[in-house]
Nanobody
Framework: QVQLAESGGGLVQPGGSLRLSCAASHYTFSDYVMAWFRQAPGKEREIVAAISWSGFTTTYADSVKGRFTISRDNDINTGYLQMNNLKPEDTAVYYC???????????????????WGQGTQVTVSS
């Protein structure tokens, strides 16, 4: 099983930016879809963005479209989430995950993701 480690979270003011990284321990990272999820206190976990195995297909939650960008570098087994124009409602623990297939299937959501990182806290506050 692939082990994942997120980094890059922290405290940022509204309108600021953060870049999250997700380092995978196994070379098979490049064969599978990768996604970022988030969970705020008292709320359900939700998909933020997903990227296909090749990096050519991306999916975003409506709430982050135009502000967040997901990417991956398969040569170094690392995924990223660039977050710009952050809002207080973006405050959550962010998790990266690796799925069982090559593309994100919205109908299956988080059920397709078997490998998860430990999460990194993002707090947007003035």
């Amino acid at each position: 099983q692939v082990q994942l480690a997120e980094s890059g979270g922290g405290l940022v003011q509204p309108g600021g930016s953060l870049r999250l990284s997700c380092a995978a321990s196994h070379y098979t990272f490049s064969d599978y879809v990768m996604a970022w999820f988030r969970q705020a206190p008292g709320k359900e976990r939700e998909i933020v963005a997903a990227i296909s195995w090749s990096g050519f297909t991306t999916t975003y939650a409506d709430s982050v479209k135009g502000r967040f960008t997901i990417s991956r570098d398969n040569d170094i087994n690392t995924g990223y989430l660039q977050m710009n124009n952050l809002k207080p409602e973006d405050t959550a623990v962010y998790y990266c995950a690796i799925g069982a297939g090559r593309y994100y299937e919205p109908s299956r959501g988080a059920a397709d993701f078997g490998s998860w990182g430990q999460g990194t806290q993002v707090t947007v506050s003035s």
